[in-house]
Nanobody, 125 residues
């Protein structure tokens, strides 16, 4: 079992930055691909970013490309999402997830097996 806990969410003005963290316990994350997803009120959960188990390859949703950066520190069993130039449309609950079966660059919800509870990000205009 893997337990994932997100932190770092909050309220920020448009144009600002936040850094989300996802700490894992129960198993080492170093062999798993990790991803970030978000869900806005009244909308379906959507893919944001994913990072390969080795940390050397990433994929981003078009809506965040160039503004968000996903990274990981396997020694600390933690994954990060640096969010810059935030927009009101980035407002959502952000969740991290671990993929135990797809090690490369998963992007689909069904590729991920473990999920955190999420952290709220609110961007005011």
């Amino acid at each position: 079992q893997v337990q994932l806990v997100e932190s770092g969410g909050g309220l920020v003005q448009a144009g600002g930055s936040l850094r989300l963290s996802c700490a894992a316990s129960g198993r080492t994350l170093s062999v798993y691909a990790m991803g970030w997803f978000r869900q806005a009120p009244g909308k379906e959960r959507e893919f944001v970013a994913t990072v390969k188990w080795s940390g050397d390859n990433t994929v981003y949703a078009d809506s965040v490309k160039g503004r968000f950066t996903i990274s990981r520190d396997n020694a600390k069993n933690t994954v990060f999402l640096q969010m810059n130039t935030l927009k009101p449309e980035d407002t959502a609950v952000y969740s991290c997830a671990a993929a135990t079966r797809v090690r490369d660059l998963p992007t689909r919800i069904r590729d991920f097996d473990y999920w955190g509870q999420g952290t709220q990000v609110t961007v005011s205009s």
